[in-house]
Each structure stands twice: as structure tokens, then as C-alpha cells.
Nanobody, 130 residues
Framework: QLQLVESGGGLVQPGGSLRLACAAS????????MSWFRQAPGKEREGVSC????????AYADSVKGRFTISRDNAKNTVYLQINNLKPEDTAVYYC???????????????????????WGQGTQVTVSS
């Protein structure tokens, strides 16, 4: 009933680009801070980027700054992650997540702690290899 679905992953060569999308169904995202996480085999899930509900605050992990761009279109109930200059180290399953419970803080802020988020997608695989 409440669902997030990621798409846009795939196999790409180093230096390539992908645009991931996370579409919500069963609820609207306008009150939700949103975040992207990733998890590589044998590694902990890590936060990549987050965006506040109103879009005014954005944060990135140091490893992706300058290469990844998060955005949202609340009218389309979708959040995006543009990934440029992909590196093999970016290979992971990418998940989106939504935080509703911390309203109204989420109107203007977000974080990348896994425990913050209420709803999670199933993930989309990004593989960077030559």
C-alpha cells in the first residue's frame, strides 16, 4: 500500500552517468524528507544524499560530492539521483527512503541515518565496470 520503487540502475563504464528515480505510491512525498542510501556486498548501508521536504536543504556524503545530485519533484511524487563520473567504488544497490515522522523538522532539514527513515524501496543495482 505504501511503496517506494527505485529505477534507473544498470551496468555502466567508469566515467559514465546514470539517473536514478524513486517513485512513491500509496502516499505523497510533500511532507517527507527523502534520502538515497547504498549498500555494496559485504559493507554497511551508507547514506549517499538527502533532501528536505521543501527541497531547501541538501546533503551529500563526502565520497559523492561533486558527482551526485539529488532532486525532487513533489508534483510527480518522485525523487531523483543524478550520478555522474561513476567509479567502480560506486557499485552497490541503491535505495531510497522517506522520513515523515520528524515533521516539521523535515520541512527544512534531513539527515542520512538509516534509523531516521520510515519507508524504504527495494533498491536498484548500479554496477560500474569496464
Amino acid at each position: 500500500q505504501l511503496q517506494l520503487v527505485e529505477s534507473g540502475g544498470g551496468l555502466v563504464q567508469p566515467g559514465g552517468s546514470l539517473r536514478l528515480a524513486c517513485a512513491a505510491s500509496g502516499f505523497t512525498l510533500d511532507d517527507y524528507a527523502m534520502s538515497w542510501f547504498r549498500q555494496a556486498p559485504g559493507k554497511e548501508r551508507e547514506g549517499v544524499s538527502c533532501i528536505s521536504a521543501r527541497g531547501g536543504f541538501i546533503a551529500y556524503a563526502d565520497s559523492v560530492k561533486g558527482r551526485f545530485t539529488i532532486s525532487r519533484d513533489n508534483a510527480k511524487n518522485t525523487v531523483y539521483l543524478q550520478i555522474n563520473n561513476l567509479k567502480p567504488e560506486d557499485t552497490a544497490v541503491y535505495y531510497c527512503a522517506a522520513d515523515k515522522r520528524h515533521v516539521p523538522w523535515t520541512n527544512i532539514m534531513c539527515n542520512m541515518r538509516t534509523g531516521t527513515y520510515d519507508y524504504w524501496g527495494q533498491g536498484t543495482q548500479v554496477t560500474v565496470s569496464s
